[in-house]
């Protein structure tokens, strides 16, 4: 069971980015998948969810990204994005995909690092 | 939005000595299926976080069992009954039934 993270970088405030995550080693389409990201400062963030395609597909957002940033999935490339928009400084951070089960992350991957600065 | 908050921040610990962590949710995490989606997860410095323990009280797979999770509704305990040295780094609690919220972390370290 592996994720890879990939697409990270260096982006001005207010300039967009997206992410991408390969999955491999377990059935996806029928996984929930999330993004957390960290940073030195505040920990670990969760930044969304989305359903697998049979259980409705419903994508989650917490409050501090909701409406810039949008979780979208591939389920024929085993692939999982985000799409981050309108970033901030405060975006800065390792973001990890994870595959959900029973209420937390069940597996992680090794994270890609978004740097947001002028 | 559901707040975790964890004591102590920070908890140096002898070799084979117990430690124990706690959390406070700030509101009930007893799920409407009644599940209690509460989760600890380890972070070794450089490494990715793995989970340890999920719904309260299971270990995930390969999870030794010297990490012991109990509680319920608002307040969690971790207890490890004794320290070994690859323990070391950040537990963090993780709540899963509103949304998904984390705590800020506690922080190991061997003395």
């Known amino acids: 069971v592996q994720l890879v993270e990939s697409g990270g970088g260096l982006v001005k405030p207010g300039g967009c980015l997206r992410i991408?995550?390969?999955?491999?080693?377990?059935?996806?389409?029928?996984?929930?998948m999330s993004w957390v990201r960290q940073t030195p400062g505040k920990g670990l963030e969760w930044v969304g969810r989305?359903?697998?395609?049979?259980?409705?597909?419903?994508?989650d957002y917490p409050a501090p990204v909701k409406g810039r940033f949008t979780i979208s999935r591939d389920d024929s490339e085993n692939t999982l994005y985000l799409q981050m928009d309108r970033l901030e400084t405060e975006d800065t951070a390792v973001y990890y995909c994870t595959k959900d089960w029973e209420g937390g992350m069940d597996v992680w991957g090794k994270g890609t690092t978004v740097t947001v600065s002028s | 939005d559901v707040v975790m908050t964890q004591s102590p921040l920070s908890l140096t610990v002898t070799l084979g000595q117990p430690a124990s962590i706690s959390c406070r949710s700030s509101?009930?995490?007893?799920?409407?299926?009644?599940?209690?989606?509460f989760n600890w997860f380890h972070q070794r410095p450089g490494q990715s976080p793995r989970r340890l323990i999920y719904k309260v009280s299971t270990r995930a797979s390969g999870v030794p069992d010297r990490f012991i999770g109990s509680g319920s509704g608002t307040d969690f305990t971790l207890k490890i009954s004794r320290v070994e040295a690859e323990d070391v780094g950040v537990y963090y609690c993780m709540q899963g039934t509103h949304g998904y919220s984390f705590g800020q972390g506690t922080k190991l370290e061997i003395k």
């Open positions: 991408s995550c390969a999955a491999s080693g377990f059935t996806f389409s029928n996984a929930w």
């Open positions: 989305i359903q697998s395609k049979v259980a409705g597909g419903t994508v």
């Open positions: 509101q009930s995490l007893v799920s409407s299926d009644g599940n209690t989606y």
